[in-house]
């Protein structure tokens, strides 16, 4: 019963691809003028038949729902063009990028549940003390932060001035290794290299607190607001009561009910995650999707951008179905 | 409240009301004034998001300096209480020896103008479009709806990058990439509450009463909703503006000449090592007026619409 319930919510995010696709396609429409134009006007001088054979690859000359028709079947295929500067697939180069920022995107992910949960937990069940007031002021501040000035500022605190971590990178120079998985932190453990353990793990400290401080806030608030919500309802007196420690009262009966709402929440921060993801990368000179896709603006390289912002919506849908699907095992009494 | 004075004429009856309605709006703004003074954090936010507009608006009477045109004999000059630092240039100058306060200061002008008119435009789209299709459903509600799921399979910050991408830098792009997406939270709100609304006994007494549908959404259900909407808007205002600094942070902003918070951070990055106060300042004004905004719109919950539970 679960399972066809399961097939029945992902079936459905399959015409919400479809349509993220076609917005994404009617984006290049927004460019004023010719895209092709615009690219060349970078590129330097090309001939009238470059122009042209460009414009076909792109199927500029046909009508725009056959446009429309062939982007969607290419799409389909795993085609989403060819990089106008690079000259190569766009899937390769998203590829190529996406295990630097999955692992970063995951690391801000870990932090921010790290930070989030007991200062969330301990905000509630001591709710008005000093301790509280103080976090959620902290969770506050983390809300209203912008995260490349945030960036800026520990970099400026921790690696210039204090020295204790470097300013941008994944790795040394000296610390070679070969990659097996791209997750650089997964690699080092793989070949037993601990020196790229280190130096990866200190690469990943700054941008991955970045990237989950305003997660990290959010979701103690959240926390914090459904915990209180859970040790008011009955079955916690109920639980308490029967005299069960204060322990068990908070992590086996109140938690349990408290992170359903949270899950929630975490699902669609993880769009603030993907959308922070290209400002971090940027301010750290982390080399993945974020990073390829601010140059590949500035390169007007728009097949590659395309492409790109379809993967992180993508990302965004697939996240939200699994949190979806994860839902209805918290919470038996929900179905899909 | 008086007794009905006799009514002569339809224009004597159209002031009686108006006076009426006016009497009525001064109370709850009395009120309103009232709560806020219980309230002190949101009181000072407030007036803290007052004197950044006053700044933004007097810019060129509070500061005598160029915020374009700098001294390049004067580059880097740190802050005031700095050794080298002069009162001249309190938060120091720039790389081309712009004075950075003046900057800040004229930056407010465009923090506000794009969090306003985003907002704003957002909330006029959003709140017309939902009570439209809340209230009449039909199968343009179908249709708007749809778009609205679809919107929101796009994280924010990467659909408004992906616009700016292709349509380029300037005011009324950014104005249109934030808004582009900006109106569905409101659309989804307004619906919502208007789908709720419409089946109150109030709407009925109003629809047998012989008001058309028009005036029905208009007086009698939107003031209903209002508030909450003015809420969520003061909430999203401050995720507007960050997002405007995201973007110039990028450089996909307004043209690089005009100074703006994030293309001043974005500047002050190459210079780090040496002068640390380019990249900070401009950033801690930003965090106050999004921390100010967000505390306000806080307080403001709390005091218009306590049952509202908005996340994040």
Redesign the interface.
Known sequence: MKAIKILERSLAAIP??F??AI??FL??R???GDPVDIMMGQGGAVSAGEMEQLRAEFHLDQPLHIQLWLFLKDAVRGDLGYSYVQKLPVTRLVAERLPATMELATAALLVSLTIALPVGILSATRQNSLLDRFSMAGA??G???????LG??L??IFA?RLKWLPVQGRVDFESQFTPVTGFFVLDSLLTGNRAALISSLKHLALPALTLGAPVSA?VA??IRSSMLETLRSDYVTLARSKGLSEWSVVFKHALRNALIPTVT?VG?Q???L???N??VE??FSWPGLGRM??GA??DRD?PL??GS?MV??FT??IANLVVDILYTYLNPKISL | MEITPSIATPMQRLLYLWRIRWRLTLRALKEFGRQLLGHPVALVAGIIILAYLLGAIFAPQITSHDPARGNLRLRFQPPAWQEGGSWEYPLGTDAQGRDLLTRIIYGARISLLVGGLSVGISILLGSTLGALTGYYRGRLDAIISRLADLLLAFPFLIFAIGVMAFMGPGFTNLIMALTFKGWVEFFRVVRGEMMAEKTQEYVEAARVSGLGHTAIIAKEILPNIIQSVFVLGTLRMGDMIIMEASLSFLGLGIQPHIPAWGSMVASGRDYMLVSWWVSTFPGIALLILVLSINLFGEGLRDILDPRLKLQG
């Open positions: 919400i691809m349509g993220v917005v994404v984006f290049m927004l460019t004023p506050f501040l809300i209203s932060m912008p995260g490349f000035w800026i500022v970099i400026l210039v959010v608030r959240v929440v669609l993880v769009g603030v993907l959308g922070g290209m400002i940027t301010v896709v601010v603006i500035f728009f951008v395309q912002v992180y919506a965004f849908v």
